[in-house]
């Protein structure tokens, strides 16, 4: 069943996304007893079906906490839950205290290992509607025409703990649960298409090595450390994946505008058991956006919860996002290769200009979790589960990856039940003869959990191909010796690597420049640093003597050819423009303003499905006498420019009375009383430097001009009226960035 679908303006206009609960709270505590408040609007929790697959047709609200009293966990009513049971009021606490005893005791075991690696998540419920255009590839249900199947989708960081920063330079997981009428099937995948190592082998070592270092347990969430390049320095099969970590990839500017890849090649199985091989790809409907590199540092101080934030205040306001799930389609060959490209090799892309992406359906997140504990942190996944039409192939990393995961849940989760968890629970009915086992919550029936029986009827029985039976695909293996090697055709390092620089364009040629300089100072081994500039002589020489004029070091010539691959557009995030949802306009007023403007231009901003944030001098509302007063979401002392896609101006603000750096350090040493206030300045100064769009009226040029920039500057917009402007906005936020403000030397 699909998630409930929320008309866009409306829920964008009803509410600024952020609000905590439901409703507003009052200011007195509450003291009158009543039921539970149900979740908020934007909310959705797994759907109510049995262990065991079935629909049991409860609302959801019956698995969630009821009844206006306090109880224990056994359901009896507390008079009180602030003081213990105590011999007086200053005796000593009582072992009898059942009810101290039962909430330490859960307090104390509230939280489970987190994940080795993809610990920091955040996740969303939506729905998957098929194409069906994959129909002649494969035979999977969920994929036909029109066919609508709920999903779960979890956004990762890869090495950060779960108390890490979200707009670290790292990979970011992209997995997704279909729930579908034949099986759960879990396409769990990544942003970058390529991976570190080809063998699922080096797993334990590229993660160890990634890491914090094991003595001090830093850098947090950073790939800028000795052990890190240490590694990737060694093992060259690691520098395709460590040259997308260098790019704009390595920084999305939101989970919204990220591209999705099932990182290996998977066979797919049509009607008539014909096979082919593909690769998975998820392509946002916003386009591929990042941060830059300065703006992501701030990020991670100012709001370190930037991304799950982002994901889940648009889903709140309307703004839904989706992305187009498409495949690469090969030919099943017993080579299993194509245009010369090894399809077993994880560390490979087939470049999209060989081989089109073809759209085979859509995917919408509509619904935010209810509970992050029970949904993002508990959900389960694993390539393996699979369902009819979708298998494995001969992948040496996806092969590792298919005892892997099945491990990690049992120990997280407590046990081999953890498909169980209604987060986890298949949506088709289940009877596996699967019995027992820590945190069984299924009560099943009969005495045969055996197979061939005569005591259940025979029950379970086996199922055909004409029973959306899952079949592995019977694929010939070839005779051959057990060795512990690698294809020759693994062994090439450098070319893709090559493929992917040159199809930079040159702002993003100059970002994987700086990042590579930025990480490599942070190493504290010469050794290393020599080392890692001769793998970047193997790509490209204006690469590495860039790199080594930023260290300090010469220039090492290349050891291995430099090829001339064709350049793929494909891999750059420049050049188009993309639709606007959920970006965040930040307007700059005070009391004197155009407020008329500023109304207009919240209405517009809304109406065009994007977020309009008022930015001023105090808290509380501008124009509160006023017919429609104008609600201030962000004071100057709390606002940064990074907070925000786009900055709009209305005339010339004064400076808060807060203005001077013993207040707030962010206007320096500035003392009232100031005409312009210098952390409006920092405002406009960080968005024009970030490539920001920035626009104003009133006046605002004057403003403007106080920090160094002029109207005709790519990007700026000044104007008569405040509508104007936000059509103007609009427009350049379509290219997510002023890219002509970045000059380029290569």
């Known amino acids: 069943m699909a998630k409930k679908q929320q008309p866009a303006g409306d829920a964008a206009r009803n509410e600024l996304p952020g609000q905590p609960g439901p409703v507003p709270p009052p200011v007195a505590e509450p003291m009158q007893p009543g039921e539970p408040l149900p979740p908020k609007q934007d909310q959705d929790g797994p759907e109510t079906v049995s262990p065991t697959g079935q629909p049991t047709g409860a609302d959801q609200a019956r698995v969630a906490q009821s009844g206006a009293y306090l109880t224990t966990a056994q359901g009896a009513r507390l008079p009180d839950t602030d003081h213990s049971l105590k011999a007086g009021a200053r005796g ?30 955040a996740a969303a419920h939506g729905v998957f509607q098929g194409y069906g255009t994959a129909g002649e590839v494969s035979k999977a249900a969920f994929l036909a025409k029109d066919v609508e199947t709920p999903v779960f989708v979890r956004f990762s960081t890869v090495l950060g703990s779960r108390g890490s920063a979200d707009t670290v330079r790292d990979t970011r997981g992209f997995a997704t649960k279909f729930y579908t009428e ?43 450390h000795d052990t890190f390049w240490d590694f990737v320095s060694l093992h060259t099969e690691a520098t395709h994946h460590t040259l997308w970590n260098m790019s704009d990839r390595g920084i999305p500017r939101s989970y919204r505008m990220m591209e999705g890849f099932g990182v290996h090649t998977f066979r797919l199985v049509n009607a008539a058991e014909e096979s082919v091989l593909v ?29 799950r934030r982002d994901l889940s205040d648009a889903i709140e306001s309307g703004a839904f996002p989706q992305w187009e799930l498409g495949i690469q389609v090969f030919p099943d060959t017993p080579e299993q290769t194509f245009e010369g490209i090894d399809l077993l090799d994880p560390t490979k892309i087939v470049p999209e200009e060989l081989a089109p992406v073809q759209p085979i359906g859509l995917m919408t997140l509509n619904a935010n979790t209810k509970n992050y504990f029970a949904e ?45 968890i209604p987060i986890n629970r298949p949506h088709a009915p289940v009877n596996d003869m699967l019995r027992d086992g820590m945190h069984q919550t299924a009560v ?104 080594a004029t930023g260290l300090g070091l010469p220039a090492p010539a290349a050891t291995e050819p430099l090829t001339a691959p064709d350049p793929s557009p494909a891999l750059s995030q420049m050049g188009g423009t993309w639709p606007t949802d959920g970006r965040v306009i930040g307007i700059i007023a005070d ?56 900055l709009l101006v209305a005339g010339e603000p004064r400076a808060g009375a807060d203005a001077y750096g013993a207040r707030d350090a962010k206007a320096g040493t500035a003392q009232p009383p100031q005409a312009v206030d210098p952390r409006v300045l920092l405002l406009l100064t960080e968005a024009y430097r970030h490539g920001k769009a920035i626009g104003g009226w009133n006046g605002a040029e004057r403003l403007l001009a106080s920090a160094g920039i002029t109207a005709d500057e790519p990007g700026i917009a000044v104007g008569e009226t405040s509508t104007a402007m936000v059509e103007e906005l609009t427009q350049a936020l379509g290219e997510h960035r002023a890219w002509d403000r970045f000059p380029a030397n290569l």
């Open 591 to 646: 009391a004197e303003a155009d407020l008329d403007g500023v109304r207009t231009a919240r209405h517009a901003i809304l109406d065009s499905g994007m977020v309009p944030l008022v930015i001023a001098p105090t808290g509380g509302t501008l124009d509160p006498d006023g017919d429609d007063p104008i609600h201030i979401q962000r004071t100057y002392a709390a606002a940064r420019s990074v907070e925000f896609d786009a």
């Open 444 to 547: 099943h029936t009969g005495v045969a959990p055996y197979h061939p029986n005569s005591l259940d009827g025979g029950c379970p029985f086996l199922a055909g191909a004409d029973m959306s039976a899952f079949i592995e695909t019977p694929v010939k293996v070839p005779a051959a010796s057990k060795v512990r090697e690698a294809p020759a055709s693994f062994s090439d390092h450098f070319t893709q690597p090559r493929l992917f620089w040159l199809s930079m364009t040159p702002p993003e040629r100059e970002h994987i420049i700086a990042a590579y300089t930025f990480e490599l100072n942070k190493c504290y081994e010469q050794a290393i640093k020599e080392r890692t500039l001769q793998v970047l002589a193997n790509i490209d020489t204006e690469l590495c003597e860039e790199v």
């Open 182 to 224: 034949e099986g759960t099937f879990d396409l769990v995948g990544n942003n970058i298409p390529v991976f570190f190592i080809q063998d699922a082998i080096k797993f334990p070592d590229v993660i160890h090595a990634a890491k914090p270092h094991p003595d001090r347990e830093i850098p947090q969430a950073q790939s800028a």
């Open 279 to 307: 690769k998975f790809h998820w392509k946002p409907k916003l386009g591929v956006h990042s941060l830059v590199w300065e703006e992501a540092q701030l990020i991670n101080g100012m709001d370190p919860d930037f991304h």
């Open 92 to 121: 000593p606490v009582l072992l009898q205290d059942h009810h101290l005893r039962e909430k330490i005791t859960h307090f104390d075991h509230e939280r489970m290992p987190e994940r080795v690696v993809h610990a920091r998540g």
């Open 376 to 420: 993002t942190e508990q959900v389960a996944f694993h390539p393996g589960h699979l369902v009819p039409g979708i298998d494995v192939t001969d992948d040496p990393l996806l092969a590792g990856r298919l005892f892997s995961y099945l491990d990690t849940q049992i120990s997280r989760l407590g046990g081999p039940n953890f498909a169980q």
